[in-house]
């Protein structure tokens, strides 16, 4: 599962390379979603 996140976390980072501050405040939401999801998993 880690691993999971570990590639989504890489694949949209380098989005973010591509596509500027928009998609860098973007994937700053998901990763915050994502990290809260995985908390609540435990």
Not at 1 to 22: A, E, P, Q, T
């Amino acid at each position: 599962m880690l691993s999971l996140f570990s590639s989504i976390f890489f694949l949209s980072n380098r989005f973010d390379k591509f596509n500027g501050v928009h998609a860098y405040m973007t994937d700053n939401g998901f990763q915050a979603a994502a990290v809260a999801w995985f908390k609540g998993q435990f």
